[in-house]
């Protein structure tokens, strides 16, 4: 919350007549749940203080998966911290775990399948309940997990899930 109010004050110098925004070095980096309200680009943070809710932003979230029927919520998985979004497509879940990378994804009763996103290792696992998650392996004790519940049989899950974990990678470190 100080980081957004950091990025909007104005510099230290008053010049009557001239606004001007602060310089770089005046303020503290965004912390990634910036987007989530402003739309604005996410930056990268280490994992341990990324806000699941802001690793994608809400237009884009909304491009892939139509307008939200509730706002984002934060939660906890586990010992996952997790967020919660609902669109008109689906729902989907993005989970930031600290202790538990690739190795810890666990097919119960789906296929797990190793892929990549945007090059980076995943694994996708389908289950019988049309659930789709892309795990996105950051290290080897700590991953993102994207996990999409498609409304309807209109959808492909691991579709959209994929879709979304190419928005979120860029933004892991």
Same mark, same amino acid.
Not at 62 to 80: D, H, I, M, S
């Given at each position: ?17 001239? #606004?001007?925004?602060?310089? +770089? %070095? ?9 987007? @989530?309200? $402003? &739309? ?40 996952? #911290?997790?967020?919660?979004? +609902? %669109? ?9 775990? @600290?202790? $538990? &990378? ?72």
């Amino acid at each position: 919350m100080t980081s957004l109010l950091a990025l909007t004050a104005c510099a230290t110098e008053v010049v009557p007549g001239i #606004a001007r925004r602060a310089s +770089t %070095a005046d303020i503290s980096p965004p912390r990634v749940s910036a987007s @989530t309200t $402003t &739309g604005t680009t996410p930056s990268k943070v280490s994992l341990a203080d990324a806000d699941p809710c802001g690793l994608v932003t809400r237009p884009e979230a909304e491009g892939v998966l139509g307008r939200y029927r509730r706002e984002p919520e934060r939660k906890k998985l586990g010992t996952a #911290a997790a967020c919660s979004f +609902t %669109a008109q497509k689906a729902a989907f879940v993005l989970a930031v775990r @600290t202790n $538990t &990378g690739l190795s810890g994804v666990q097919p119960n009763g789906g296929e797990i399948k190793e892929t990549s996103v945007n090059g980076r290792a995943a694994r996708e696992l389908l289950d019988e309940m049309r659930s789709c998650g892309i795990f996105l392996g950051v290290t080897d004790s700590s991953r993102v997990d994207v996990v999409v519940n498609a409304v309807g049989t209109d959808h492909d899950p691991c579709a959209l899930a994929k879709q979304v974990a190419e928005l979120v990678e860029p933004r892991l470190p």
